[in-house]
């Protein structure tokens, strides 16, 4: 079965750290650009952090720069979220998402357009995993 599943969401306290994992089943996430975008109530969707197919590019959204990480490990098949100073404006299901690189840009444009565009198609999509940022 072909599938992105997250893990490692739940509470946190203003100030506090959680990991998010995005595992990836029956196929491979070496040609892939991925992406954690989020959903909060009454909110539209936004692409919060993603990552290229090598890793070497990444994108963040402006809200989380300098609190959130996003790696890759291919040889694992897995991807991270780092999150850390967590706000309560952060919470929301996260969504793991992955879509074929592109053979016609950059990597940092790869990254860039997907972040960007949260709403578009994508060829995986995990299951969401909730995170809840309150004291």
């Known amino acids: 079965q072909l599938q992105l599943v997250e893990s490692g969401g739940g509470l946190a306290q203003p100030g506090g750290s959680l990991r998010l994992s995005c595992a990836a089943s029956?196929?491979?996430?070496?040609?892939?650009?991925i992406g954690w975008f989020r959903q909060a109530p009454g909110k539209e969707r936004e692409g919060v952090s993603c990552?290229?197919?090598?890793?070497?590019?990444?994108n963040y959204a402006d809200s989380v720069k300098g609190r959130f990480t996003i790696s890759r490990d291919n040889a694992k098949n897995m991807v991270y979220l780092q999150m850390n100073s967590l706000k309560p404006e952060d919470t929301g299901v996260y969504y793991c998402?992955?879509?074929?690189?592109?053979?016609?840009?950059?990597?940092?444009?790869?990254?860039?357009?997907?972040?960007?565009?949260?709403?578009?198609?994508?060829?995986?999509w995990g299951q969401g995993t909730q995170v809840t940022v309150s004291s």
């Open positions: 990552i290229s197919s090598s890793g070497g590019s990444t």
């Open positions: 998402v992955a879509g074929l690189r592109s053979p016609l840009l950059s990597e940092i444009s790869d990254v860039q357009a997907m972040c960007n565009f949260p709403q578009a198609k994508y060829d995986y």
């Open positions: 029956g196929f491979t996430l070496d040609y892939y650009v």
